[in-house]
């Protein structure tokens, strides 16, 4: 039985507009974002669009996006599956929520001096997995 392969399929546009729209827009308007975010997912009829807009932190700090690719044998493709929702609810309200807080911190910390900026980017990139558990 042959297995689908399932391989990150990236969307970002060239370094140098990353780096200008983090240095003049995106760690302001990220910031802000995440606030809001967060102030949503207080709130129970607010949670599911602070969770989404966590999902969306590295587009908008960065203009950095992926999702995974399924490909089964027969060449189709496809979104990868995803975790039970149940069990993605559970994560969140046990750990997602403040691993992701302080995960978040430590990459706007990064993203605030040049050498560690990779490291934020690809920090703020795991973002969604970390709230979630969501496959992008």
Not at 124 to 129: A, E, G, N, Y
């Amino acid at each position: 039985m042959t297995r689908p392969i399932v391989y990150e399929q990236t969307n970002r546009p060239g370094c140098l507009l990353q780096i200008l729209w983090f240095a003049f827009i995106g760690w302001w308007l990220g910031a802000l974002w995440v606030v809001v975010a967060w102030v949503l997912c207080l709130t129970i009829i607010g949670l599911p669009l602070g969770a989404a807009m966590l999902n969306k932190v590295p587009q908008v700090m960065a203009l950095r996006g992926r999702r995974l690719v399924q490909v089964s044998p027969d060449g189709s493709v496809s979104n990868a599956p995803q975790i039970n929702l149940f069990i993605r609810a559970i994560y969140f309200v046990l750990i997602g929520w403040w691993l992701s807080a302080i995960w978040m911190v430590v990459a706007y910390a990064l993203c605030m001096t040049i050498i560690g900026l990779p490291f934020g980017f690809w920090m703020f990139d795991l973002v969604p997995t970390l709230v979630t558990l969501k496959r992008a």
